[in-house]
Structure formats: C-alpha cells, structure tokens
C-alpha cells in the first residue's frame, strides 16, 4: 500500500518497489524449467549457470551471442564524456562497456501481446 505523502519522487519510488514483487524468483524459474523438462532441479540450475557464464565469457572476448528464439547478447562501449552538474562542477565520466540484450523480433512479439493482455483485463 502507497503511504500518503507530498513528495511525488517518493509515491514514484515506492510504486516501483511494489512492482519489483511481481518478479520471478530465480527458484521460482528453476522449479518451472525442472516440471516442464522432467529434469532434476540441480541440473536445471546448472544448466542456467553454465549458459549464463558461456554468455559472460564470449562478451569478454568481444563475440557477441546470438540466440535466435530470445535475441542477440552483445557488448557495447560508452564514450568517454566531461558532464556538468546541477552545482556548476564539471566532472569526467569514464567511458566502459556494457551487456546489452536486443530481444529477438518474435520474443518482441510474444511479449507485446502479452503485454496488451494484461492492459486490457485492468
């Protein structure tokens, strides 16, 4: 529940962290993937983190992944920039990379649908 307060930055604050309950639970995903799979929940989990570090692994090495059904994992690098803050200090911000996920279009799709499945049962 949204406590009654003036300042609109924390009612958006809070509504925000009242979403964040809505996500699944990395078990939650494991128990799912194990029933569907009739696979033992600890392969499962193994499973993920083997994907999850060949992925890490090929981003460090610069070689983007593609994985058709979900989207392409790659690497992305900031440039280096001067920014000026609000109280007139000029500081420098050090360039780096990134992970970046661009969801394949059929992923897209599925979860637009959803998406507008759920909009319109409000």
């Given at each position: 529940?949204?406590?009654?307060?003036?300042n609109?930055?924390?009612?958006?604050r809070l509504k925000a962290s009242q979403t964040r309950t809505n996500s699944m639970k990395l078990d939650e995903l494991?128990?799912?993937?194990?029933?569907r799979t009739n696979l033992d929940k600890q392969d499962v989990r193994r499973v993920f983190k083997s994907t999850m570090l060949e992925i890490?692994?090929?981003?460090?090495?610069?070689?983007?992944?593609?994985?058709?059904?979900m989207g392409v994992f790659s690497l992305r690098y900031r440039k280096p920039t001067t920014?000026?803050?609000?109280?007139?200090?000029?500081?420098?911000?050090p360039g780096g990379g990134y992970a970046r996920l661009d969801?394949?279009?059929m992923f897209s799709r599925s979860l637009k649908n959803i998406t507008l499945k759920a909009k319109a049962k409000k």
């Open positions: 529940m949204i406590k009654e307060t003036p609109k930055k924390i009612q958006t494991v128990s799912k993937v194990s029933e890490l692994y090929s981003l460090k090495k610069g070689v983007s992944v593609n994985w058709p059904e920014k000026k803050m609000p109280n007139g200090e000029i500081i420098d911000a969801f394949s279009p």
